[in-house]
T-cell receptor
């Protein structure tokens, strides 16, 4: 069975500084990996995905993520954080083959960007 | 707005009552998913449709839960004899099938259920 770990419940960063939100995964075979963001009282918004190819994936709003197969990680990054980036971030995984079409999510990381 | 829509956005019910939620996916999307999200947790998969066929169900989907997608368009999720443990946000998502690649799921705003 697949699983996702987001080791930090909350990440605090000053506006203008780089941010990293960590994610590690466990899956049989190769993974599809996703990052979603959730604002209060709203559904999840898709940020980016890794399917295959380049390990550095660029997504919406200046976010990017780096796939590291040996470390089974898919950390979300942004070079310069904005206060408006403050939200709840979820990492999700699906096996490349088998495992149905469901996504397995982590427990989420609350990002707080302060002035 | 051409995104995924869900109705109602909020539902408060008494224990033992039945409730039904509706999801309207993005119109060209063949796949439709239901998830449940409780406070402090990520969404947990409940069930999945491809067109009108229900192809996968989670063990979380007890026999009190039933989902349908009768014409391959909108979907309903019914919970019978609700329990306080059913209180959660119920999320619907849809995705397209194209080129054999696995496409991202687009989520609706959710229906927040409170069982008193």
């Amino acid at each position: 069975a697949q699983s996702v770990a987001q080791p930090e419940d909350q990440v605090n960063v000053a506006e203008g500084n780089p941010l990293t939100v960590k994610c590690t995964y466990s899956v049989s075979g190769n993974p599809y990996l996703f990052w979603y963001v959730q604002y209060p009282n709203r559904g999840l918004q898709f940020l980016l995905k890794y399917i295959t190819g380049d390990n550095l994936v660029k997504g919406s709003y200046g976010f990017e993520a780096e796939f590291n197969k040996s470390q089974t990680s898919f950390h979300l990054k942004k070079p310069s954080a904005l206060v408006s980036d403050s939200a709840l971030y979820f990492c999700a995984v699906r096996p490349f083959t088998g495992g149905g079409n469901k996504l397995t999510f982590g427990t989420g990381t609350q990002l707080k960007v302060e002035l | 707005d051409t995104g995924v829509s869900q109705d109602p956005r909020h539902k408060i019910t008494k224990r033992g009552q039945n409730v039904t939620f509706r999801c309207d996916p993005i119109s060209e999307h063949n796949r439709l998913y239901w998830y449940r999200q409780t406070l402090g947790q990520g969404p947990e998969f409940l069930t999945y449709f491809q067109n009108e066929a229900q192809l996968e169900k989670s063990r979380l989907l007890s026999d009190r839960f039933s989902a349908e997608r009768p014409k391959g368009s909108f979907s309903t999720l019914e919970i019978q004899r609700t329990e306080q443990g059913d209180s959660a946000m119920y999320l619907c998502a849809s995705s397209a099938i194209s080129g054999g690649a696995y496409n991202e799921q687009f989520f609706g705003p959710g229906t927040r259920l409170t069982v008193l």
